[in-house]
């Protein structure tokens, strides 16, 4: 596209309007890599609400994981707001959640899952 662009068009603007686009995205490809498009489309899915606030029931730390495909798992335990069902915010979950009074213990078997709070 970059070459029939640069060579079918006879304006010159449109020489230049028409080669910067095709430049700019084999640039990105190439920086981004095909490979990490591929990994970032698999969304990252709850397994467990670990815990959940008392003061606002749509604030949960949740446990998560993500399908890599044959690498395996991606797995992370996250703070959720929930601002719709389909909207939410995640951050990084505290390190202290054991001592913090707001939270209440929703699963029993946190210790199982082995993962250490970030």
Known sequence: MLLWNLFSIKIIA????GTVYPTIFL?????VSPMKIL????AWQTQKI????S?????TIEFQMQNVGARGYNKRIVQVLYLTPFFMITNEAPNDIDK???????????????LKFP
């Open 14 to 17: 449109k020489r230049i309007i």
């Open 27 to 31: 640039i990105l490809i190439i920086v």
């Open 39 to 42: 990994s970032s489309s698999s």
């Open 50 to 53: 670990l815990y959940q606030n």
């Open 55 to 59: 003061h606002w029931s749509s604030k």
């Open 100 to 114: 913090r009074i707001e939270w209440i213990r929703i699963d029993k078997d946190v210790n199982e899952l082995k």
